[in-house]
């Protein structure tokens, strides 16, 4: 099978090299874009104009984020062959909840070094003392705190005057290294490379909070549901968790590769229901817009009951 890869922009040659990283390349023809003739080449692939594409055993995977320019695409290539991001996975005979997994954690690695230093200093929406995140915040007991997905530690000088006991968790090895530079000169901080859905390593009833600001939001739906069963059992009976996560559930295919801003497929409901089979109590949701896109994400604080 020949694969080319619709749109040669930063997503599309993220998702390239993380094929090429996976041993995947060679099944890849090159990619199709707009504006070829100012790209021609990326890593020995042509990038292609449609027009010039005359083979008809291609497969088109669209890799672009916007959901509408996507529909306008697979118009544009009518009668073609075209596959989401997701469907890669069923090609190449992957898991697939583990293919977007390892995806999100690749791209984080290899385009988000801007990103995490412009984070730093774009701390407002969670801790300006009017967001809905700071005020559910200020409900969590801090005694012994878990953040989940704790990037480079951005929230860490928010909260180290206020908790006791502080436990990091990331999925990258480079984050956790980070994390334990920056502040090493703390005795009350703790650090955990996860595998991505679990917490394995922290012990049950042990802690009376939880959060997670801006990573959930990535995170398959499956994973959330393992994830909850995790919180559950480590909180305290009494504990709570404050979890941002997603909103979006325009679309079922909904992955990092695709998504608005990497959105995965959720919803308020959705999320209230899993908490709620998990055996947490569900104190208050709150459905927020995220930059332009209205609507997109949910803050969510559960309580594991006494």
């Avoid at 694969?3 to 996976?22: D, H």
């Avoid at 916007?66 to 090609?91: M, P, T």
């Avoid at 404050?242 to 909103?247: I, P």
Wanted: glycine letters at 6%; hydrophobic letters at 35%.
């Amino acid at each position: 099978m020949k694969i080319v890869l619709y749109g040669a922009g930063k997503r599309g040659r993220s998702i390239y090299n993380f094929l090429k990283s996976q041993g995947l390349e060679r099944h890849i023809y090159g990619f199709c874009d707009k504006d070829a003739k100012e790209i021609d080449i990326i890593d020995n692939k042509k990038v292609w104009y449609l027009e010039e594409l005359k083979e008809k055993d291609l497969v088109y995977c669209i890799t672009i984020a916007d959901r509408n320019k996507r529909e306008e695409i697979r118009k544009f290539l009518s009668n073609k062959q075209c596959i989401e991001f997701g469907d890669l996975a069923n090609i190449f005979h992957l898991d697939k909840i583990k293919f977007n997994r390892d995806f999100c954690a690749f791209y984080h690695l290899e385009s988000m070094e801007d990103y995490f230093q412009s984070a730093e200093t774009t701390l407002e929406v969670f801790w300006d003392p009017t967001s809905i995140f700071y005020k559910m915040f200020q409900r969590l007991d801090k005694t012994n705190i878990v953040e989940l997905a704790c990037g480079r530690g951005r929230h860490i000088p928010q909260i180290i005057d206020k908790a006791g006991n502080i436990m990091l968790v990331d999925i990258l090895e480079k984050n956790i290294d980070i994390c334990k530079k920056r502040f090493g000169k703390y005795s009350n901080i703790k650090y955990y490379k996860n595998s991505g859905n679990d917490l394995k390593e922290l012990d049950s009833n042990s802690y009376t909070s939880l959060y997670s600001y801006d990573a959930m939001v990535h995170f398959e739906l499956i994973d959330i549901y393992f994830y909850l069963l995790e919180i559950y059992r480590v909180l305290s009976p009494g504990g709570k968790a404050l979890l941002h996560h997603s909103n979006y559930h325009a679309d079922y295919k909904a992955g990092f590769g695709t998504a608005p801003q990497g959105r995965s497929f959720m919803s308020k409901k959705c999320f209230a229901y899993l908490s709620y089979r998990v055996g947490f109590n569900v104190l208050e949701q709150q459905i927020i817009d995220w930059g332009t896109d209205k609507k997109l994400d949910c803050v969510t604080l559960i309580e594991k009951p006494f």
